[in-house]
């Protein structure tokens, strides 16, 4: 490489985006955040929805940002976000309406829908993907019965980063890793699941074309490229669902047997397979199989994450009791272990609201004593998250018939040490943490490889290796979180 590569990834997490600028020299990849901006859910008429003209608008801002930063020679765009969430576009290509927010409720009860419709188990085996009530097919059951006329209207629909690629270039088309996320996509037929569509009474019409990650859409269309004063560069379709760019960005050598933990908002457990695992056993523990780049498949389960922390700072802050995560940890690390626990992934947690309150009350339900401090509930939902990814590794291993003795933890989570080191002592496994910004670096990767300047996923993977800092932890306290874990498991009936 004769001269430096300069790259822009946007990555959209639950609560807030980033622009974050990539230069390559052909061996290391240095990352610079460009733009910063909140993602904030808006709750109208009792509806929540993404606010989503300002998030496209912050992509302008991030453009700008870059370019008059002395940045204006940067060679491609390239989006991720969350997966399962769209938006309808009518026939001359204009949006109808606000994309709702998948923890909206107007999923409730969706599911048991489908079933009258669909048996459970033939939806799995269709698509390999984990039951949960937000899934995009739920949205769009829940929209033919309650919103018809809306789908009479539309003729296509775009998850989220495929909507953001329209608005810049023009084009529709949907992208293999968050197409996989719809649960409305048979992963094995590598096509969208239209029998399945048609039982539910779901327009297949308003599907486009799946196009792979890597693909370069088009160019930045020529109003927002002289709006802008930057030149028309090529718009990638990058692993579009965060956590595919994220699994992307483990530091491992090509063969390595792993377990991944990409964690944020959510957390997202599992393996790299190259094929689907679509199975009696994956499907009574309720894994998940959603593509990945190179068409691997990431094996997983969706753990609710940080999200509990986030919703109690948010609530704290509310109540004018505004604390950093960092001090919210160190009152954790001062508090008494093991008191009580939560399953994470109960309903109650789903939907934002006093989180808080919702923790103190399942420890009352389940006879535990109840975290009053601060300190007390997030030691609570650190340890219960901890005991649950012990639990999904374990199930990974039923799975696959083998041990897994290495768990990588990457995204922003990872600033939580705290977390880092009860997953080491939970699990009794060595945790190698790193990178933080392992979805924008993963989309990095995916767009030098679209433009030929990084040759392979395996090539990306040792160009992270060499960029960036991992932290490694070991386990400890193995008696105390073996009982611990005897005590979990009774608390939320788990069987491995």
Not at 224 to 239: H, K, Q, R, T, Y
Not at 380 to 409: P, W
């Amino acid at each position: 490489m004769n001269k430096k590569l300069k790259m822009l990834a946007f990555d959209f997490g639950a609560s807030s985006g980033r622009a974050m600028l990539g230069t390559f020299d052909g061996e290391k990849l240095i990352l610079e955040e460009k733009h910063r901006f909140s993602n904030d859910p808006v709750n109208i008429r009792g509806s929540l929805y993404w606010d989503i003209l300002r998030l496209f608008h912050e992509i302008k801002q991030g453009i700008l940002q870059c370019a008059n930063s002395g940045n204006k020679d940067f060679a491609s765009i390239g989006i991720d976000t969350w997966g399962v969430d769209y938006g309808l576009l009518d026939k001359n290509g204009d949006l109808l309406g606000n994309p709702y927010n998948y923890r909206d409720t107007r999923t409730e009860g969706m599911m048991d829908e489908a079933f009258k419709k669909v048996d459970k188990e033939e939806i799995f085996k269709q698509t390999g993907i984990q039951f949960l009530q937000f899934n995009t097919i739920y949205q769009l059951l829940s929209t033919t019965i309650k919103q018809p006329e809306i789908l009479e209207q539309a003729e296509t629909l775009l998850l989220i980063p495929d909507l953001f690629n329209y608005f810049l270039t023009g084009v529709k088309s949907t992208e293999y890793t968050n197409a996989t996320t719809t649960q409305l996509f048979n992963p094995v037929k590598d096509d969208w699941a239209k029998d399945l569509m048609g039982k539910l009474n779901i327009p297949e019409r308003i599907f486009t074309d799946v196009v792979d990650a890597g693909t370069i859409i088009g160019p930045l269309s020529q109003d927002i490229s002289f709006e802008l004063g930057v030149n028309s560069v090529p718009v990638i379709s990058v692993a579009s669902h965060d956590t595919g760019s994220a699994v992307a960005a483990v530091p491992v050598k090509e063969g390595e047997d792993f377990v991944y933990i990409s964690c944020g908002t959510w957390s997202l457990m599992g393996v790299e397979s190259n094929q689907p695992v679509i199975n009696k056993r994956a499907y009574e523990l309720n894994f998940t199989n959603e593509g990945g780049v190179n068409k691997t498949t990431r094996f997983l389960k969706n753990i609710m994450g940080l999200w509990l922390t986030q919703e109690c700072k948010r609530q704290w802050d509310r109540e004018g009791e505004k604390y950093s995560f960092a001090e919210l940890e160190e009152m954790a690390w001062n508090s008494k272990p093991f008191v009580s626990f939560i399953d994470p992934d109960h309903p109650g947690f789903m939907t934002p609201g006093d989180m808080p309150n919702r923790i103190r009350e399942y420890c009352r339900k389940t006879n535990q004593p109840i975290p009053e401090t601060k300190g007390k509930v997030i030691r609570c939902i650190s340890q219960s998250l901890a005991l649950k990814y012990r639990s999904t590794v374990e199930c990974l291993e039923d799975i696959f018939g083998k041990r897994f003795n290495v768990i990588h933890m990457v995204g922003g989570g990872i600033k939580d040490r705290m977390l880092c080191q009860f997953t080491a002592n939970a699990t009794g496994r060595e945790v190698i943490a790193g990178p933080v910004e392992a979805t924008s670096i993963g989309n990095l990767i995916v767009q030098g490889m679209a433009l030929n300047e990084i040759g392979s996923l395996a090539q990306g993977r040792e160009i992270i290796k060499n960029s960036f800092p991992v932290t490694t932890y070991e386990p400890d306290m193995a008696d105390e979180w073996e009982a611990a874990y005897d005590r979990f498991k009774k608390l939320i009936n788990i069987n491995i």
